[in-house]
């Protein structure tokens, strides 16, 4: 919508001074030219698709309220323009009188368009007599505030609702594939999740359609362009995220169901070496108890009756097709059988670690007689009887390690010194 500006010629002269012929025609057009345009503006804001909504809605909280003012305003805008209309048949008609205007002429059209006050429209807004160009100025605020409120009722419904409706076709989706993994409210913490989602879109559609400007966000600082600003999407998009949330939580209940059977063969073998590992354990404990004197053995438990229990129930979901129970047991069970089999092993290297000991001190003392015999020296008398001390000690049962590991000992030294004798002393040859 146009602003009337200064009048042509009107820099030049004093207040008071009447406009030539020339400047008065160049006005008048300029003001018809304005008031088609001003006419174009209003027309074309009557016929706006979101005045007809917001016209026929049933609206409520702050729309409610705006939307009332609005009206108001509208009303007293196309009243202005009435008087707008009346003022410019006024101007037309003064010119029109004759060709050639006589000064009396000019005075006239000079004080209708510079000075004259046109009467109140009768609005409620206080406002009183003005000038034309107030006049205008006047219908450039009216315009403006009335266009930004039905713009942005326009946008937030052009925008909300159809984004709504397709988050709720993919929340119908999403809960129909739930239902055929079992996942439903109550029994599950994901289809109470829906429940929630379904609410809340309801809701929001509900409010979006009775109350847009509740979800208009104006600009930082506000907007000299009228519908400045963007929909206000946050509870929207929180929606849309913990949707999301559910849908990935149900793709991995779908992932339980297609490899359920093979999950629970590998956990069935994990548990399975497990107690093959505790019962040779077990059985290694009696052989260490046999054959190894003054050590401590360690006791060995029995298998895990939780974890078979478990297992249990995991293949009655299974049977059962409750995936949504399923799929955190497996989990849990995956992590469990795991460390289950890892104290196994941990305990057979307990139990066996004396034989393992005296497996290495019979290598030790092995290894240096070879040692003795490839120099030559194997018949040498300390290293002999140290050697079979030691090895009447290792090869009983049964065998005192504490006393083995000394004997071992000793015959290292012999045999180190018994070899350090061997070697040919400074200057010396081979």
């Known amino acids: ?19 030539d012929r020339e400047e008065a025609d160049r006005a008048v057009e300029r003001l018809s030219a304005e008031y088609e345009a001003i006419e174009s503006s209003l027309q074309a804001l009557q016929d706006h698709a979101g005045r007809r909504l917001l016209e026929g809605a049933e609206l409520t909280g702050v729309t409610r309220e705006r939307w009332a003012a609005t009206e108001r305003s509208l009303t007293a805008l196309w009243a202005d323009f009435d008087a707008y209309t009346a003022t410019l ?34 609005a409620a807004d206080g406002t009183g007599p003005c000038t034309l160009r107030e006049l205008v100025a006047r219908l450039n605020t009216r315009y403006a505030r009335a266009l930004d409120t039905i713009v942005a009722a326009d946008a937030v419904w052009s925008t909300l609702p159809a984004r709504i409706d ?21 029994t599950h913490p994901s289809g109470d999740d829906l429940e929630d989602i379904t609410g809340e879109l309801t809701r929001l559609r509900a409010e979006v359609i009775t109350d847009p400007l509740a979800f208009w966000v104006a600009p930082a600082g ?70 190894i004197a003054s050590c401590e053995v360690p006791a060995v438990s029995g298998p895990s009756t939780a974890l078979h ?10 049977r059962r097709a409750q995936w949504h129970r399923l799929s955190p047991l497996l989990d849990r069970l995956e992590e469990s059988a795991e460390d289950e089999l890892l104290r196994a092993r941990e305990s057979l290297t307990a139990v066996t670690a004396p034989l393992a000991v005296r497996a290495e001190l019979r290598g030790r003392l092995d290894a240096y007689r070879a040692e003795l015999a490839r120099r030559g020296l194997a018949g040498d008398p300390l290293p002999g009887e140290r050697y079979d001390a030691a090895r009447r000690l290792l090869w009983s049962a049964p065998c005192d390690l504490r006393a083995a590991e000394a004997a071992v000992a000793r015959y290292q030294r012999a045999a180190a010194e018994a070899l350090a004798g061997e070697r040919p002393g400074p200057g010396g040859g081979a």
């Open 166 to 186: 397709l988050l709720a076709e993919e929340l119908r989706r999403t809960r129909s594939l739930a239902h055929s993994v079992g996942v439903r409210p109550g």
């Open 1 to 19: 919508m146009g602003v009337l500006g200064p009048f042509p010629g009107s820099a030049e002269r004093p207040p008071g001074q009447a406009l």
């Open 89 to 122: 048949d006024t101007v037309r008609a003064v010119r029109e009188r004759r060709r050639w205007l006589s000064p009396g002429d000019l005075a006239e059209l000079t004080g209708l368009l510079r000075d004259a006050q046109i009467p109140a429209t009768g």
């Open 222 to 291: 506000g907007s000299a362009a009228p519908g400045g600003g963007r929909p206000d999407t946050t509870r929207y998009d929180r929606a849309a995220r913990a949707l999301e949330d559910v849908r990935r939580e149900i793709e991995a209940v779908l992932d339980v169901r297609q490899d359920a059977e093979a999950r629970l063969m590998r956990l069935r073998d994990v548990l399975s070496r497990a107690e093959r590992t505790l019962t040779e354990a077990r059985q290694a404990r009696g052989e260490v108890l046999a054959k």
């Open 309 to 318: 229990e478990q297992l249990a129930a995991a293949a009655g979901f299974r």
